[in-house]
């Protein structure tokens, strides 16, 4: 079975300032693939990036970006420019590939807050 | 292009009732997975459905099941509630065939049972 762990409950930053929120993951599959969802107050899961476990290349979104360590199972995330908007649960997920959509197996999140 | 839609957005029951909720995919997508979010926690994956079957399931009891219809949409049901049942519960719309493909969340149902 897949486990998924975010050992950061919560952080705070200021507006405009970088943050990097970690998540570590452990699977046997070789193929597989990686998500990072933000659920603002609103409730509205929301996706922000995801990556593939066959590329190398990091996957990159405007400000957001990744840090996949495919031999550590690490999958870390890169918020650059905070802003207020990005004030939200982060949810790491993991989802194993056999040829459609599979489940999706999420950490516990972490609470961003960004401040003025 | 409208996105994945829930209703109802909030409901309360009580202990001993049944409930439906229920999703519509968005717009191309054929696969629809329900997920129960317990406060201050991750989402837990409850079961998909694909071409009208449920083709996986979560640790789930059998109180609850569901259903997919020819359009996609689908329903989530849950019989003989408990006080544990309260929770968020989010359906998710994606491809079922062909690559993985990313799962696309509807704003979800607070389900509260008193």
């Known amino acids: 079975a897949q486990t998924v762990t975010q050992s950061q409950p919560e952080m705070s930053v200021q507006e405009a300032e970088t943050v990097t929120l970690s998540c570590t993951y452990d699977?046997?599959?070789?193929?597989?693939?990686l998500f990072w969802y933000k659920q603002p107050p609103s409730r509205q899961m929301i996706l922000v990036i995801r990556?593939?476990?066959?590329?190398?290349q990091n996957a990159t979104e405007n400000r957001f970006s990744v840090n996949f360590q495919k031999a550590a199972k690490s999958f870390s995330l890169k918020i650059s420019d905070s802003q207020l908007g990005d004030t939200a649960m982060y949810f790491c997920?993991?989802?194993?590939?056999?040829?459609?959509?599979?489940?999706?197996?999420f950490g516990k999140g972490m609470k961003l807050t960004v401040n003025p | 292009d409208a996105g994945v839609t829930q209703s109802p957005t909030h409901l309360i029951k009580t202990r001993g009732q049944q409930v439906t909720l229920r999703c519509s995919p968005k717009?191309?997508?054929?696969?629809v997975s329900w997920y129960q979010q317990a406060l201050g926690q991750g989402p837990q994956f409850i079961f998909q459905?694909?071409?009208?079957?449920?083709?996986q399931r979560g640790n789930f009891p059998d109180r609850f099941s569901g259903h997919q219809f020819p359009n996609y949409s689908s329903e989530l049901n849950v019989n003989a509630l408990l006080l544990g049942d309260s929770a968020l519960y989010l359906c998710?719309?994606?491809?079922?065939?062909?690559?993985?493909?990313?799962?696309?969340f509807g704003p979800g149902t607070r389900l509260t049972v008193l």
């Open positions: 997920a993991f989802m194993k590939w056999q040829g459609g959509s599979e489940k999706l197996v």
């Open positions: 717009s191309g997508h054929d696969t």
């Open positions: 990556q593939e476990a066959y590329k190398q």
């Open positions: 998710a719309s994606s491809l079922g065939a062909g690559d993985a493909d990313t799962q696309y």
């Open positions: 699977t046997s599959e070789n193929n597989y693939y």
């Open positions: 459905y694909y071409e009208e079957e449920e083709r």
